[in-house]
């Protein structure tokens, strides 16, 4: 299919480049009936918003969105809802010295190559700034998922380049800039990155999604397990290069007297599933681990070449993320909650809903 | 979708329980015209095949695939090839004693929430070998992709538990039974699962896949890059935990300058991003990496409950591999094949084809 | 997508050809815990079975169906169920001759500008030999939607060639081989047939289809209405060049205020809209109308060319039906019971199931 | 899948209502490198624009599309193209009437028994006016067959009501406001609506479609034929209750020897497979034809129930067309560029491109 659309049931279509008239989505099959406004979406868009730090780019974008159809007297129609949303602080002329030539580790070099064509400003379409729409249209699949289910779900930065940040408590994630569970490391990451801005240079993070309160039984194996779904959204994400569930890469060498997780009639004994088994929801928390690399628009100058193939030295300026980990967080929540709320349709159509389930 | 169709031009519909009748797939979307014989497709069902050596289950299954359709006078006609593997070597009384509860870590539990029925004949459609029909279609899109691209797609193993496998070269890696490119490495191996077996336990192990002789342009940004694509396969694959490519998680402590790879007239100078940039081919080896979990099904014995919710104890008798793993090679070739398939027929209705790509 | 799947979550998978090994096709999605025989199938593949009569190809098929995955202990498990039917009767010595030409008419021709390569015995892909996996699937959503629903799905004809048959009652319709529902046209129906088949000429048919106890609220507005789903099924079905439904073409000099079907607390007073309103059901009694072209397979010599461009006199010999609208009626009921069943699990999944639906 | 996607590679999602904000959609997969501006659209918006003669509505809309996306210096990216067009002219008061009861023959029913709410003014999801994104989308997919095929795809009206149109030429066509080929017909067409508006009711009309300059090979039996993709699109527009191909339903007394098309060195001797055989293209015309059901919204008073299911007596006031057919060739046209424009993308990716097609 056309490449712009994602999700079966829940599904939204995509468009826009970073520095076009605007940005947006339709979100086609949210249920029916339920309580939608402005502020439910703006609340997440202003979590992953630019320029709200000076860790972060500096683009000042109100991100405001606009709903164009598919509620009617504040309530899903069931019908699609459009989500629009303007560009406004879009300084093109920065990007004029690298037209014509390909950063290292972007995607200049591909959308040439696939396209013939493409939209040198702000990275155009591969731009991370095309996950605003993917968290608007997230922001509704999680008001769904918290209303049907109470869902919850969280993401935060469990390492920053090379500091590794210790989970101490949720409190703390959203009174930072860095989402970081734990206070006391803030300082030390602020020196980082200052001296990483210092560098012109960029560095990756990792971070942790949760989601709870997940009925058992999501998930369409085989092909389209849940975790297969996960692993296509996350992998999906601007920069991201390695996604696990549960013990992940530590499953390697763990026994399966040690990784498989016990059950008593209380429930699980532990979570080395990461709340997914054989691609279905289990009902345990489902837990997501993202390796995000460092961006490739950085002031450093780099060998390449430009359209013609001959060498090119290139050097980054405009305004970038010198970690787009730190914005990471509230755009993979917004990605789990797509997923989740596909196969939670999808699971009712095929199979009703279950009382145990 | 109803979750057992892969791909959209190149498409795979998978069918079939390990100790039902048969298992196979419909192939849909092969171009017409490309020379197929039932050897292209034993071949790599051999590969994969169980009971070849004492270190995998010891089911006897001859997995002897028929053409049912799609090829006429030895070509390819455009049309769905069915393909059609019959069980043989069903010992479905080992199951009974676990017909009622579930194994910790297994497919058992997530299927009766979510269906209310199932089939626990070596568990049924969450057994392993389901993977059978994914690598006969994947050796119809491997013959496609090498006849069309030269593409070449291989796998091996390169961590086995606790025991590291330095790469050495290809040529060893048909030759053993773990798909391990480094014959020194070998009696530590097997002495490692000959102990394991003993111990009637399980362990993981991790996997390389690289893809050569890929045109630049493959991936549709955004949602359906061919990284997410690929993340999508391979985590859909039994026992899957984490997907990486190029760098990976290694990518988190790297800095820009040193993740982005320079370009020259004579090419790349390092493959950090494993042949995939904003979600498209860059014309690289494509590397992917993945992290398989131990197996659920051991001897040893594990608290679980039963469909009543009461305790019990679970202890799994049955043929099993105590390694996926050490099969996992030709079944993740064959999930990337597919991908890379599907993704070149779909570059190439959208884009037509390009010299440069 | 490659072509040969139909519907979303109740979703078929189609392969085989006319004269290859077998014919047969995926099942996917049917919801978990009905009940499963393959007397449910073979019942009606049974009716549409070739060589019943004089009057229809006298190929001799048993059209024998093996149920190969999807259904444990008679239960069907929420699992793809593999059909499969072996082709036994196949002469294709008899298609030598047109193997270099095209039958005018036929697919012959368009498959050859589409794939290159073709294959021509009984006509290959092309054949309505394929509908026969279209109502083995059929007959599983119809068997759902009775058990869910109450649902029936009836078909007779109408017209065969120039002759009208009057609706008298579904009584006659299973005991002729016209499905007519009307017993004294049966002798003219003969008569007329008999003498076409001297002549080596076929004959067009019109057909309706009516589903009643549909619930209300099945189709997914703008674009994947029932209607429109309907109108892809039973054009996509050999032969047809026309669908229409409830007051049809009629609707064309009808007036709004004749049209409009007006309700009242008892109910609706008429049914113009064919139990189809906005392209949602509306709980009446779906009808639809489909007009059926002669076969093109004839023993009149008609002028053509061969591969070669060059003037060609064709003349079909082999086995065929000189009216394929006479078997035409069961196929019909498959594909509406399929649409159906796939859009109530669509609605189900996006809306759940309201009381008043 | 959600119902509001349209297409596989040439792929547009809708949004949408009445009275909304706005009304669009977003077009994915139109190929790269081709020139496009607005007024590549706004010229066919033009042709469906409410309020240009006193026969249709008098809702005055301007119809003005914005480009969001997708286009860069003129040309397109191969991205996905965002259209919005404001709603300008919403005279929701007008509505309230019927806010609480069902117009015989409208979606007012269905809507509110499929989802339990609904946005009553001016149809909401259900209005014609939905139409305008999927002429907008068709005119970037007949711009992108006329330069890459030369196709040329065009629509009349060849009755309306009880009055027959002869076929004179295209030259009239874009001449009056009833798309009729023919200008002699015209007063008499006029008095009819006239008397028609008086009388405060509606009617109904027949449409043709005809693409010319196809190339052979579209259409991917079985399922998805090109003859099945058109019927679902044509069947989708509202009022539309009968669509047929070629000879049509005249196809149903037809012999084999009279409906099949001879072929001589020349080409085809007559068209009555409308340019479809077995599902493909065979280079022919692709000739279509719709049978349009007179509009449900009329001064004229039906019977009718509200909410509660209590009698009620139904008058639409508000603006409304009285033959919906009268706007419908545009629409038509696009919907028919649409299907064939994905279909040769996906014949492209399957097939590539064959000489001889």
Known sequence: MAGSTFGTLFRVSNFGESHGPAIGCVVDGCPPGMPLTVKDIQTQLDRRRPGTSRHVTQRQEADQVEILSGVFEGVTTGTPIGLLIRNT??????????????????????????????????????????????????AIARKWLALRYGTVIRAYMSQLGPIRIPFLSWDFVEQNPFYAPNADVIPELEDYMDALRRDGDSIGARIEVVAEQIPAGLGEPIYDRLDADIAYAMMGLNAVKGVSIGAGFESIDQRGSEHGDEITPEGFLSNHAGGILGGISSGQPITVSLAIKPTSSIRVERRSVNRAGEPAVVQTLGRHDPCVGIRAAPIAEALLALVLADHALLHRGQCGEREDA
Do not use: N
């Open 89 to 138: 602080d879009a300084r093109s002329k920065d990007y004029a010295s690298i037209a014509d030539s390909f950063r290292p580790g972007h995607a200049d070099y591909t959308y040439w190559h696939k396209f013939g064509v493409r939209d040198p400003r702000g990275g155009g379409r591969s731009s991370a700034r095309l996950t605003a729409p993917t968290v608007a249209a997230g």
